[in-house]
């Protein structure tokens, strides 16, 4: 990969998760706190990304399949994004403010499985390559967060009856609609089958990417635990406002050591099996401990243990989606997990988590150890699950090719 490559895609990884990190960490906080949204408004509102990212698969994936080079897409994309962003900061009432935020995430939804592809489209080793290319989309995560802190720490710089996580976002969006614009030319593939999903869809009749995606589906209906929940609940055990954002970046700090570090020494050494059970079994640490609530600083500490189970989760189960599926239908396979996980799984968990808490809602006291050992149990029964049905996709001793790569040559189960 040449240095002019990868410095574009690290700046288009950066970019894209900088959006994203400036709203989600607090926005749930911002409804609730500020524009005083009740508890079923703001999951509602929360549901809105993952309820995109189920119908984006049928938007982007076949677009970039089929018609449109995948970086002209982005460029579009991005550009319409932030200025629905923009136009999203200044909303106040409930049925203005959820309309603007479905616009958006109808927008920003595609986007996340074809920044994917795209990098994986131009490397020659993904399982080499992509962690170093990834870990700048947790960095931009980071930087959202500390540069939100300082924006709210700087009163010079706040704006008054406007989201400044929004406004930040909007502003990045913008920003990474020029860098799409330089990306290299990634052209649709033009296979045979003009419906490429329905290509992806096929690869569930393997009965080792079934179980994958059937319990990736299960763990992120528990993560939305996280991000629903974990900005009031820091409040709630005495986080600041102007700290929340700084301090939620604790889990994107380890994210980049377990990326960095990690994930290329265990991943070729130990397969997929293995290190997405270390993923999943990284969450129910942290929800345990959120459920105990104290000391504060084991609280915040565990906050790496969400940095841990992303890489080893969401990142190791892109490089097996990539390996799994044929070329011609790559943008469409990952545009599958983004429906199945960032779509169904989330949408279906914002809800639940906020059924949770309405459940051990007590007046206007909420039971947190309750809450949080709900998701911690569904977790370890996830981890179990990968160790006891999920296969390695690597090749096995004796040569022959592992439910993955069998399947990416056409003879899956």
Request: charged fraction near 10%.
């Amino acid at each position: 990969m040449t240095l002019s490559l990868r410095l574009r895609l690290s700046a288009m990884m950066l970019l894209q998760y900088v959006i994203w990190g400036a709203w989600a960490p607090v926005l749930s906080a911002y409804l609730q706190n500020t524009l005083h949204f009740s508890g079923w408004q703001t999951g509602a509102t929360m549901a809105l990304l993952p309820l995109a990212c189920i119908i984006s698969p049928f938007i982007g994936g076949q677009i970039a399949d089929r018609w449109l080079p995948t970086q002209r897409f982005l460029t579009i994309a991005h550009l319409l994004g932030g200025l629905a962003l923009l136009q999203l900061s200044r909303q106040t009432s409930y049925p203005s403010f959820w309309i603007w935020m479905f616009v958006y995430s109808l927008l920003y939804a595609p986007t996340l499985p074809l920044t994917n592809s795209l990098a994986f489209h131009h490397m020659r080793n993904a399982e080499r390559d992509f962690g170093g290319i990834r870990v700048l989309g947790t960095i931009g995560w980071i930087l959202a967060g500390w540069g939100l802190a300082y924006w709210r720490s700087a009163s010079s710089l706040t704006v008054s009856g406007m989201s400044d996580s929004l406004l930040l976002a909007g502003g990045a969006s913008l920003l990474l609609a020029l860098v799409c614009f330089a990306l290299p030319h990634t052209p649709p593939s033009k296979s045979e089958n003009p419906w490429a999903f329905l290509g992806a869809l096929k690869l569930l009749r393997n009965t080792n990417f079934a179980i994958f995606m059937g319990i990736s589906f299960v763990v992120v209906t528990e993560l939305q635990f996280y991000y629903v929940l974990t900005a009031p609940f820091l409040e709630y055990i005495g986080i600041s406002s102007r700290r929340l954002p700084a301090v939620m970046t604790v889990a994107q700090l380890a994210e980049i050591i377990a990326m960095a570090a990690l994930l290329p020494i265990f991943l070729p050494r130990l397969g997929a099996r293995k290190c997405l059970a270390i993923g999943v079994i990284a969450w129910p640490i942290r929800y345990a401990i959120f459920a105990i609530g104290k000391p504060v600083w084991l609280v915040v500490a565990s906050l790496a243990m969400h940095g841990l189970g992303y890489t080893f989760f969401f990142v190791v189960g892109q490089v097996y989606v990539n390996e799994v599926a044929s070329r011609d239908i790559r943008a469409s396979a990952q545009s599958l997990l983004t429906l199945i996980t960032l779509g169904l799984g989330n949408f279906l968990g914002a809800y639940f988590a906020g059924w949770i808490q309405d459940h051990f809602t007590t007046g206007a006291v909420v039971n947190y150890t309750g809450v949080f050992l709900v998701p911690c149990a569904l977790t370890v029964a996830c981890a179990l699950a990968f160790l006891i049905f999920f296969k390695d996709v690597r090749k096995e001793a004796d040569g022959r090719p592992a439910a993955g790569e069998e399947l990416a040559a056409g003879k899956g189960k």
